[in-house]
């Protein structure tokens, strides 16, 4: 097995951790739920969660990988006490980065499929019924959905196999960089039109009729939905980088960082949808109705509506391909050191999984559309998605949790220890009854809720 590799620049460790927390959530559910939630009402209670729950619980996942210098099994066995069990969530970890890219790789896939598409022109002179009928062409199509999705897969094999830093950091950074880039030039873009004034209106200005419509409980609950599933906390996806980092700097410091990237990805989607949405008198519908049907009417309305399409859509894949090599890089450093593998053992053996295991997702659109878990018009996606987002994810980052603030896992002046090494800002010790009696609680309330 190789040696532990580690971050060249801590840039490049920001970066890539963001570009794990970004994803296509970011951008087609954090603008609707805003607003549809009183703006920024919703805004201020998700930044409050976001500092409340958020950073707290990343900065647990970050200090089990750096002060256990392994994927989520090696670093739990490094750390807990004599004869505990911890280190069989590592095996939970795995399988749940292996069920969250099952379906991602085939959603990036949609957004490469798209980006191509306005490439080549396929999108000239659409209307409303042509992208709709555009979308579910796609679905019905396994071949077509196949090729995206397979492609997807062997990229983010490629670059893992070159390595951490030749690989997911160098290309990682490319992508994030390009990805600001692009943010900036289709929000500046969008707010040059004529209804931007009114889109950013509706989208941040606090408003508490909104927000009473549907009831401020509701606003409070999505904000705390929100700020906790946009990291990506719980199955070991935000952990191995930490097991790549040094110790120069405290965690509290680098995972705002982390969470000040993905708010302002999150932030800018809204910037970008909403004025034009506002323009052009369309409903900006949340969910893939949205990205796929909604917003290429927008753009068939656009001066240039063929280039700022394709630049959406690949701000769109770059957006959820930095997600996918990021969750590779996971699986692929868990299968070498749980089974001893070289990477390229480790890349063959998972890229033959991850290629199988994809496949359920894209038929599950059209020869295996009969297949409904969870009732009448579900998918096979919206099954996958449903195990990760609502069962997964939390029941994942409330074991990160216990094993750092509980005397029966590593204990909270151990995490404390390591969470405050270096320099930057610290967490003080007063937290302590926070993070042992009410973050907890928190957690189970977003756990019964997404299961109820």
């Known amino acids: 097995m190789e040696k532990r590799a580690s971050f060249g620049s801590r840039l490049g460790f920001i970066l890539i951790s963001a570009g794990c927390a970004i994803g296509i959530g970011n951008v087609w559910r954090f603008p609707t739920l805003t607003g549809e939630s009183g703006g920024g009402v919703f805004v201020l209670f998700y930044l409050l969660f976001l500092l409340c ?40 970890c795995l399988a749940g980065c292996c ?26 002179g ?23 999705t397979v492609l997807t897969v062997v990229l983010g094999l490629v670059v893992t196999s070159f390595g951490l830093n030749n690989g997911l950091e160098r290309v990682g950074k490319w992508m994030m960089s390009a990805l600001i880039l692009l943010i900036l030039v289709l929000v500046v873009h969008s707010l040059t039109l004529p209804g931007a004034g009114e889109g950013l209106a509706f989208y941040l200005l606090p408003s508490m009729e909104r927000a009473s419509e549907i009831g401020l409980s509701t606003v409070i ?135 199988a295991a994809s496949l359920p997702c894209v038929l599950g659109y059209n020869v295996w559309s009969g297949f409904q878990p969870l009732g009448a018009g579900t998918t096979v996606l919206d099954g996958e998605d449903f195990l990760v987002s609502n069962l997964l994810l939390p029941v994942g980052s409330l074991i990160y949790l216990l094993f750092c603030v509980s005397r029966w896992g590593w204990g909270f002046d151990k995490y404390l220890a390591e969470a405050n090494s270096g320099s930057g800002p610290r967490l003080p010790r007063w937290l302590k009854p926070y993070f042992q009696f009410v973050l907890p609680v928190l957690i189970v309330v977003i756990l019964l809720q997404g299961l109820l």
């Open 221 to 355: 609950m999505n904000a705390m939905n929100q700020s906790f599933f946009t990291l990506s906390l719980g199955i070991g996806a935000m952990e191995i980088f930490g097991s790549y980092m040094e110790r120069k700097y405290t965690l509290p410091g680098e995972a705002a960082r982390i969470c000040v990237l993905d708010t302002f990805v999150a932030i800018s989607a809204g910037l970008i949808i909403f004025p034009a949405c506002f323009t052009f008198g369309v409903n900006p519908d949340s969910g893939p109705r949205l990205i796929f049907i909604t917003l290429p009417n927008v753009f068939a309305g656009l001066a240039g509506g063929r280039l700022w399409g394709a630049l959406f859509f690949l701000f769109m894949t770059f957006a959820s391909f930095t997600t996918v090599i990021a969750v590779f890089e996971n699986i692929i450093a868990c299968l070498m050191e749980q089974f001893c593998l070289s990477r390229r053992k480790a890349v063959l053996i998972g890229g033959v999984f991850l290629l």
């Open 126 to 148: 659409a209307t409303p019924e042509t992208a709709g009928n555009a979308f579910d062409q796609m679905l019905a199509n396994p071949w077509e959905m196949g090729f995206w």
């Open 99 to 124: 069920l969250l890219m099952m379906y991602y790789t085939t959603v990036n896939g949609w957004m490469m499929d798209y980006c191509f598409k306005y490439i080549v022109g396929a999108f000239a």
């Open 53 to 92: 729950m958020g950073i707290p619980v990343l900065t647990m996942e970050l200090a089990v990988g750096r002060a256990g210098r392994g994927s989520a099994g090696t670093a739990y066995r490094a750390l807990e006490p004599k004869g505990s069990k911890w280190h069989w969530h590592g095996w939970a």
